[in-house]
């Protein structure tokens, strides 16, 4: 099956340094990587996600970069602030399956 | 509208005891899924249904799980014989088209469960 790695588990930046997290994916058929963010005590909820038929998309300060070839795929968070402050998870899912392989969570603090 | 809902909040139960955890999906939503959250931990699968039926469910750990989804709406998760190992935080999600592997998953708040 499919297996999702995703570092580093904590990360600390300071206000307005931006905040790398990267994934890596075993499953060469997975088509689909959605990241969640799940703020202290309330549920993941998506905030960007990247189809295999594209290499980077972007929302504003945050944007998802995607190496097929590599099967690696990373967020960037730009400008960081204090409420970027939560546990960030990756995903991989392919077409066909509807159940994403999350990875174990990034830990992201944003000190003012 | 309203969004995924899951009862109750909290549970704490005492070593051995049977417990019933609920979620309410999205209406129109035909994919349910379970997942268990321990402290720290990531995302851990345990089953999901497309409609009453589950075509997976891998991720159960031991057959004191157990869950039904009935009218293709709300689904219960049933942990039989409780063990401290079993505490963590239990999400529910839901989305609009199974099968597919673009839908968003919607999360529930999650039930927090501390077997004593």
């Known amino acids: 099956g499919e297996n999702v790695e995703q570092h580093p588990s904590t990360l600390s930046v300071q206000e307005g340094d931006s905040a790398v997290i990267k994934c890596t994916y075993s499953?060469?058929?997975?088509?689909?990587f959605p990241w969640y963010k799940q703020e202290l005590g309330k549920r993941p909820q998506l905030i960007i996600d990247?189809?295999?038929?594209?290499g980077e998309k972007k929302d504003q300060r945050i944007a998802v970069t995607l190496n097929k070839t590599a099967k690696h795929f990373s967020l960037h968070i730009t400008e960081t602030q204090p409420e970027d402050s939560a546990v960030y998870f990756c995903a991989a899912s392919k077409g066909g399956s509807y159940i994403p392989t999350f990875g174990r969570g990034t830990s992201l603090i944003v000190h003012p | 509208g309203a969004g995924v809902s899951q009862s109750p909040s909290n549970k704490v139960t005492e070593k051995g005891k049977d417990v019933e955890l609920r979620c309410d999906p999205i209406?129109?939503?035909?994919?349910l899924y379970w997942y268990r959250q321990s402290l720290g931990q990531g995302l851990e699968f345990l089953i999901y249904?497309?409609?009453?039926?589950?075509?997976?469910k891998s991720g159960l750990p031991s057959d004191r799980f157990s869950a039904e989804r009935t009218g293709g709406s709300v689904s219960t998760l049933t942990i039989q014989r409780t063990q401290q190992e079993d505490s963590a935080v239990y999400l529910c999600?839901?989305?609009?088209?199974?099968?597919?592997?673009?839908?968003?998953?919607?999360f529930g708040p999650g039930t927090r469960l501390t077997v004593l």
């Open positions: 999600a839901s989305s609009l088209v199974g099968g597919q592997p673009y839908n968003e998953q919607f």
């Open positions: 249904f497309q409609g009453n039926s589950a075509p997976d």
């Open positions: 209406s129109g939503h035909t994919a």
């Open positions: 990247i189809r295999s038929n594209v």
């Open positions: 499953d060469s058929a997975s088509n689909y």
